[in-house]
Structures are given as C-alpha cells and as structure tokens.
Nanobody
Framework: QVQLVESGGGLVQAGGSLRLSCAASRSTFSFNSIGWYRQAPGKQRELVAS???????NYADTVRGRFTIARDNAKNTMSLQMNSLKPEDTAVYYC?????????WGQGTQVTVSP
C-alpha cells in the first residue's frame, strides 16, 4: 500500500507561480511512473504531466513550456512547478503513482488562478 500526500496548492493571480509537491509513504525507486492530473468543475480528470522511472517526461499541450515535473527518489517525492499560470489552470490537482501493477492517487490539492 502507498499513500500519496499533495501540498502546495492555493490561490494565485494569473501570471504567477506555484509549486506542488507529492510525498509518498515509501520508496519511489520502484514506481514505474508518477504523474500529475487535474480535474476542473464539471470536467473529466486529465493528465497534466508524467515522468517515468528513467526520467522521461510527458506534458499536456496546454501546459508544455509552463509546467515542469520532477521526481526525487532519494526523498520519495515528486513536484510540479507551475509558471505563467492562467485562470483555466484552476482545478484540483492529484498525484498518481503506478507501481507493481497497482495505481495510487493522492487526495488532491486545490489550485485557483484569479484573472
């Protein structure tokens, strides 16, 4: 079993930055992939960014060039640096881990971007 705990959400003005963190309850070395997803009101949950065990990254077109995903296996954490935020980035952000054939989700953290 793995617990994932997100932090770092909040309210920011458009053009600002936030850094989300996700802490895992055990070593992330064995995690095949780690990702950030978001869900806005009335919309489906969508992939924001992901990073594989080898460090390969993947970004949604809407955030590429503004967001950066990273993982720190020594600290069992992953992060999402979000720059140049837009009101349409407003959502609940979730971290997700895929390991040993199972998928785990965090509880989510709210990000609100005001115009």
């Amino acid at each position: 079993q793995v617990q994932l705990v997100e932090s770092g959400g909040g309210l920011v003005q458009a053009g600002g930055s936030l850094r989300l963190s996700c802490a895992a309850s055990r070593s992330t070395f064995s995690f095949n992939s780690i990702g950030w997803y978001r869900q806005a009101p009335g919309k489906q949950r969508e992939l924001v960014a992901s990073i594989s065990s080898s460090g390969s990254t993947n970004y949604a077109d809407t955030v590429r060039g503004r967001f950066t995903i990273a993982r720190d296996n020594a600290k069992n954490t992953m992060s999402l640096q979000m720059n140049s935020l837009k009101p349409e980035d407003t959502a609940v952000y979730y971290c997700k881990a895929n390991t040993q054939g199972r998928i785990y989700w965090g509880q989510g953290t709210q990000v609100t971007v005001s115009p």
